[in-house]
């Protein structure tokens, strides 16, 4: 993040009550992730403790302390997907993105998540990538939906229901 605009985050929450988790937002959603750097500048710029600004950013699930994949892909590994082959698409994706579960890929095109449920176990085994939800997977249909990702696409998040 460029440090001018850190700074008119800072500015804008600087001795507001309650102005930790917005800043952290806002700083989060410029630079995709709260380094060590611009969480020492919040917590100097609203003079909060670094150990309160560092606990509140591990604490919560929403933020980042590390560089995120641009399109982040959620594999539901729930009971209803499981037993319907969600292990067999997670591997396929994890074979094509070169990474495991829970990481970026090297050049931060795709993080790859796995969720307990994503709420569409009637589409299961069910993956989401961004907002979208793409269902009845297989190990030969993500390979297909992950090509609409790569190169950035215009219509890369529009789920084709042919697939
Ligand atoms: S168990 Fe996979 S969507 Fe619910």
Avoid: W
Avoid at 47 to 55: A, E, L, M, N, Y
């Amino acid at each position: 993040m460029s440090t001018s605009a850190l700074t008119e985050i800072i500015e804008r929450y600087r001795g507001k009550p309650g102005s930790l988790i917005p800043a952290l937002q806002k700083a989060q959603a410029q630079m995709g992730y709260l380094s060590g750097e611009t969480l020492e500048q919040i917590s100097k710029g609203l003079g909060i403790p670094f150990s309160r600004v560092f606990g509140v950013a591990t604490f919560y699930s929403q933020f980042y302390l590390s560089p995120r994949g641009k399109h982040t892909i959620k594999v539901c590994v729930g009971t209803a997907c499981h037993v319907r082959g969600a292990g067999a698409a997670l591997q396929a994706l994890e074979e094509k993105l070169g990474v495991k579960a829970g990481n970026p890929t090297e050049d931060l095109s795709f993080q790859l998540e796995t969720v307990a449920c994503l709420g569409t176990c009637f589409l299961a085994p069910a993956i989401m990538i961004d907002k979208d939800y793409y269902g009845e997977q297989t190990p030969k249909t993500v390979g297909k939906i992950l090509k609409k990702y790569i190169g950035g696409g215009a219509d890369a998040g529009t789920p084709d229901p042919e697939e």
